[in-house]
């Protein structure tokens, strides 16, 4: 069945581990990552960015994750990723979707707080539940001095603000992760992320999960993460499986022939990672 976002998140906070979420581009993509949960055990998220909306078309989206909500044994959540507008939110609203996130994270302090406060007072009437974001979570392609990569972070006492007036249910603070491969290895402020949950008390997100060391991932949940978003790791195993076919067999015509290796792929990875977040035996 769909699954509460909320209640998913609280329970990984309370009980130390983290929800994954996954990225979906298309019906392959969906298929692994549900089965996948259904054979772990685990609640799991189908993130749909903009993006990806975009490509599938929302209706064939929301059939598509109501379609495997109906038939697994585990909580699925159909949540929007990185959301940019009220319209969109709307728009997800009307189609399903269990939860959202709405990103304001690249608007002054002030106007994030309206526009996240106003998505609130939308969703949790219907039991939409919301994530919001604060500081920036970067991609690996802006490279960062010391002092510009300060000035991303979030700010502990602007977090506390943010979740209290906001009314959001999960907060995503930026804290070094970045979306893509990393160059080099990922330096994340646990400092900061302590306090935030401190300050908070609310469920935390980690944002860029494709590249982050175990350890740094286990330490994170330790300190009040309890969703991971995870994309590009996905795309990378999808991609690189359909490239060695074509590689190996310059003939092959047949989609199946390379689009179920390359979902059995997507199934490997995201099996890695719920066994990571400790979201196995959870469902
Ligand atoms: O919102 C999506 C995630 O933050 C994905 O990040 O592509 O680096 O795994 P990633
Ligand atoms: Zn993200």
Redesign the pocket.
Known sequence: PFGSFKEALEDGLHHGYAVGQFNINNLEWTQAIVEVANEENSPVILGASEGAIKYMGIEYMAAIAKAAADMSKVPIILHL??GSSYDVILKCIRHGFTSVMIDGSHFPLEENIALTKKVVEACHPLGIHVEGELGR?GGVEDDLSVDAREATLVHPGEAERFVKETGIDAF?PAIGSQ?GHYKGKPNLAFDRLAQVQTLTGIPLVL??GTGIPDEDVRRAISLGVSKV?V?TENQSAFTNTVREIFDRDKEVFDPRKYLGPARAAIKDAVRTKIRLFGSNGRG
Do not use: E, F, S, V
């Open positions: 990723d990185h979570i995503a979306h944002h860029g978003n994309n």
